[in-house]
């Protein structure tokens, strides 16, 4: 049984530029959640993929976008970078109408 | 107020303590997990309940639904331990099966 892998672990861009992190959902889950994790504090749901759709959305602005694959593997795209947006992001597979989670290790992305 | 409030944010314990990590939401929920989260990022799941009690090895999670109330209890504890514990609530109306956290305790147990 896989888990789930992100990818980079880490990750510097300047301040307006693009994105992308990825992430590989554990076998057998067909939903993938991402949230953001700013130091010090609880991950914030961003948005939740099922069937390649977003299936709920977090407080989070529409430069934060994303994308599921036939093989339920996802990208969180981030645009316009900014300041704030130095966190640890984080992903997590599950199944739909089953709780429970698996986690990845997280992206952590610092913008300068 | 968030909907998940966990007490208290930070804890430092001598090794063989007993400690004990309170969490309280405020939504309806189907489960409450607790999750372990060590420095370099990546979250475990300890537990998850919607009702009663769990335990595995020495942590144990207790739940009271109808206080809305959650504790998460580690035995004997061990430097190891040392890690920041999250609460996460899961399958409100609102919120479906995404997971609300709270904002975690530094748990440091030294030898």
């Known amino acids: 049984e896989t888990g789930v892998t992100q990818s980079p672990t880490h990750l510097i861009k300047t301040r307006g530029q693009q994105v992308t992190l990825r992430c590989s959902s554990q076998s057998g889950h067909n939903t993938v959640s991402w949230y953001q994790q700013a130091l010090g504090q609880g991950p914030q749901f961003i948005f939740q993929?099922?069937?390649?759709?977003?299936?709920g959305r977090g407080n989070f602005p529409p430069r934060f976008s994303g994308l599921q694959f036939p093989n339920y593997s996802s990208e969180l795209n981030v645009n316009a970078l900014e300041l704030d947006d130095s966190a640890l992001y984080l992903c997590a597979s599950s199944l739909v109408g089953v709780d429970g989670y698996t986690f990845g290790s997280g992206t952590r992305l610092t913008v300068v | 107020k968030n909907e998940v409030e966990q007490s208290p944010q930070n804890l430092t314990a001598q090794e063989g303590e007993f400690i004990t990590i309170n969490c309280s939401y405020s939504v309806g929920i189907s489960a409450l997990h607790w999750l372990q989260q060590h420095p370099g990022g990546g979250i475990v799941s300890l537990f998850m309940?919607?009702?009663g009690k769990k335990k595995h090895g020495r942590l144990i999670a207790t739940i009271n639904i109808q206080e809305k109330h959650s504790s998460l209890h580690i035995t004997a504890s061990h430097p190891r331990d040392s890690a920041v514990y999250i609460c996460?609530?899961?399958?409100?109306?609102?919120?479906?099966?995404?997971?609300?956290f709270g904002e975690g305790t530094q748990l440091t147990v030294n030898p």
């Open positions: 309940l919607s009702s």
């Open positions: 996460a609530v899961s399958g409100g109306e609102t919120s479906g099966s995404r997971l609300t």
């Open positions: 993929y099922y069937r390649e759709e977003e299936n």
